[in-house]
């Protein structure tokens, strides 16, 4: 764990704003972990705000829904902010949209099971909204019982206040989400994790009926499932072992509203809070916007004090650096961060010294400096051995290294090797 220069003073105490309706959005058909989904409209078709564009019949994914209403222009390859570019349904909207989605409201929520309750949240395509974009229906359907839902409310990239204000502004709405996991899951402890300096959002928590709250220091990467399951429950999560191994079911508070939203008022999730942020923008601000959305259309909103030389989605340690404005948010894009060119500043790599830095800063217990050696030589079963797929991609590494190796980048490279 590091400290780590937070900058979350642009934006944290800046109430929500909704951002007016885009005039297009361009909706990825890959929106989660998992398939492509196959779209269910054709160039003409008139779509309405919360209408299921695509989906698939069985398997791993989740369905994506029009985030305005409008006419589908083009089904094409668009700039996408995690895999380069994919396949995307291009929406050109009417300037107007639904907001009464209770046509979609299947039953009294009091009375729902856990069945239930997940084919909602497949119908309302909810993925994990704190980064790694997993179906949630499917991470509700876990192989054992769960005996401790935690709550991650820890939002420790530095720059990003879009789960904190959530939480201030939405805590009963989040607690009624939490209600009705607990309820259609049998889970008995709630604890929700907040790093200390969120004194609002603990605040707001505070008290609640059922729920523990536990202050968390601010240090980074607190979030990680197995972060949060230690400093929690003081418990570690052997290597190779989920979660559920031990009984426990981490969610995120983004991921929980989304929930309360889809039962209680029938939303399909089509829209997110985004924090705009860092030094180059000018009126830095938490933004409701419609999935979709492009980067250029939210730059416009908040306006520029000068020119980004680096459009990053999602935070400084763990976001991807953008190669146009032109891509759009998608479920998971928490931040968007635009650094100016001394931010941005790329240093030179020198050799390892060996100082083993990363070593100690890694909060998986793993072995960077020799990871890296192993994936430049292509070396994938050795870095299959040394626990890579345990790499949470935090970053660290790359940020205590004097050195400044790319330890990062190439561990990520062995991960998707191994992975084939
Ligand atoms: S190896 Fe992975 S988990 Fe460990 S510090 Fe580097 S990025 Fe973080
Ligand atoms: S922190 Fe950098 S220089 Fe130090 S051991 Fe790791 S890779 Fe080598």
Redesign the pocket.
């Known amino acids: 764990m590091v400290k780590l220069t937070e900058n979350k003073h642009y934006s944290e105490n800046k109430p929500t704003r909704s951002m007016p309706l885009p005039p297009k959005v361009y909706l990825s058909l890959i929106q989660h972990l998992g398939k492509i989904c196959v779209p269910e409209v054709k160039v003409g078709d008139k779509v309405s705000c919360g209408q299921k564009i695509a989906s698939l019949p069985s398997g791993v994914y989740s369905p994506i829904h029009a985030s305005i209403s409008g006419t589908v222009e083009a089904i094409q390859d668009c700039p996408h902010p995690v895999l380069g570019r994919a396949k995307a349904v291009v929406i050109r909207g009417e300037g107007e949209t639904d907001t009464d989605f209770s046509r979609f409201i299947r039953k009294e929520s009091d009375s729902l099971t856990a069945q239930e309750l997940r084919d909602i949240i497949l119908e309302a395509g909810i993925v994990g909204m704190g980064g790694a974009s997993f179906p949630t229906h499917i991470k509700l359907n876990p192989p054992k019982p769960i005996g401790t839902l935690i709550i991650n409310g820890a939002e420790c990239e530095p720059y990003l206040t879009a789960d904190a204000r959530l939480m201030v502004e939405k805590s009963r709405e989040i607690a009624a989400g939490i209600s009705l996991i607990t309820g259609c899951l049998g889970i008995k402890e709630v604890c929700i994790g907040i790093e200390r300096n969120k004194p609002e959002a603990i605040e707001a928590f505070s008290g609640m009926p059922g729920i523990k709250v536990k202050v968390l220091p601010s240090d980074y990467p607190q979030g990680g499932e197995k972060q949060l399951i230690r400093n929690i429950m003081g418990r570690d999560l052997p290597r190779g072992k989920y979660p559920f191994d031990i009984g426990v079911l981490v969610q995120n508070v983004s991921t929980i509203f989304a929930i309360y939203e889809a039962v209680y008022k029938g939303k399909p999730l089509f829209e997110r809070i985004v924090t705009v942020t860092g030094s180059c923008v000018k009126e830095p601000v938490n933004l409701l916007v419609r999935v979709g959305t492009p980067v250029r259309d939210l730059i416009k909103f908040c306006g520029l004090k000068e020119e980004p030389a680096k459009i990053i989605i999602g935070g400084p340690m763990m976001g991807i650096a953008q190669y146009t404005d032109d891509v759009p948010l998608i479920k998971s894009s928490n931040g968007l961060l635009l650094m100016n060119e001394k931010e941005a500043a790329a240093f030179e790599e020198d050799p ?8 100690r800063g890694c909060p998986v217990g793993l072995m ?2 020799q990871l ?1 050696l192993a994936s430049e030589r292509s070396f994938w079963g050795m870095t299959k051995d040394m626990g890579v797929m345990d790499c949470i991609e935090c970053g660290v ?1 790359n940020y ?4 400044h ?1 790319r ?1 990062l980048q190439t561990i990520k490279r062995a991960k998707l090797e191994v992975r084939k």
């Open positions: 390892c010294i060996r100082c083993a830095a990363c070593v960077p400096c890296n590494c205590v290294c004097p050195s190796r330890l």
